[in-house]
């Protein structure tokens, strides 16, 4: 399966705990994305990688949050001290970088429980 | 404030029947993504529109961006129950944008 990979899928964790997801987009993409999405809702942008780089990121993106892509390959989004506004599905996708239209593949995404 | 409405939110209808979900905005858009999502899944890309008043047709499916490239929808045609599903709007403020802005969602279901 060349798609992108997100692990896990499910993650239950006590309040104030620290969570940590992995995203392995596709191979040939330099360019990933992280987005929350709570119930009802579109997903909502965090953070956006250009290789390694961490280029952008979104005012949702508290100091609690940190992502990091150290190869340019995987990424990790670590959570702090976790708070039950914090469970939601967590998506990390894909694209090229190539075209100008920003086309996106997403995982499957990790679904969070805060309890 | 969200930057892409659609309507309906919620829509259910008959097998067989046709549909029209719709995508709109006050700000112009570079590109738009139409995905559809099932439930604990991530979005599945359908399609991408770029030039305004373009028209996409994907089998039943049928896009269509804006002239203005504000808004945009997509019909379906003789709806199946595989079509249920959450189907999602995005747009990129700017060609190559580092992140799409979502729409609220268009939950369909499709009864047998």
């Known amino acids: 399966d060349t798609g992108v990979s997100q692990n896990p899928r499910h993650k239950i964790t006590k309040r104030g705990q620290n969570v940590t997801f992995r995203c392995d987009p596709i191979s040939e993409h330099n360019r990933l994305y992280w987005y929350r999405q709570t119930l009802g809702q579109g997903p909502e942008f965090l953070t956006y990688f250009q290789n390694e780089a961490q280029l952008e990121k979104s005012r949702l993106l508290s100091d609690r949050f940190s992502a990091e892509r150290p190869k340019g390959s995987f990424s990790t989004l670590e959570i702090q001290r976790t708070e039950q506004g914090d469970s939601a599905m967590y998506l990390c996708?894909?694209?090229?970088?190539?075209?100008?239209?920003?086309?996106?593949?997403f995982g499957q995404g990790t679904r969070l429980t805060v309890v | 404030t969200q930057l892409l409405e659609q309507s309906p939110q919620f829509l259910s209808i008959q097998e067989g029947e046709n549909l029209t979900v719709y995508c709109n905005s006050s700000?112009?858009?570079?590109?738009l993504q139409w995905y559809r999502q099932e439930p604990g899944e991530g979005p599945v890309l359908l399609v991408t529109?770029?030039?305004?008043?373009e028209v996409k047709k994907l089998k039943r499916l049928t896009f269509q961006f804006g002239d203005a490239r504000k808004d945009s929808s997509l019909h379906i045609t003789a709806a199946q129950p595989g079509d249920t599903g959450l189907y999602l709007c995005?747009?990129?403020?700017?060609?190559?944008?580092?992140?799409?802005?979502f729409g609220t969602g268009t939950r369909l279901t499709v009864i047998p």
């Open positions: 529109v770029v030039t305004g008043g």
């Open positions: 996708a894909s694209s090229p970088g190539q075209g100008p239209y920003s086309e996106a593949f």
């Open positions: 995005a747009g990129a403020r700017q060609t190559g944008a580092n992140n799409l802005f």
């Open positions: 700000s112009v858009f570079s590109s």
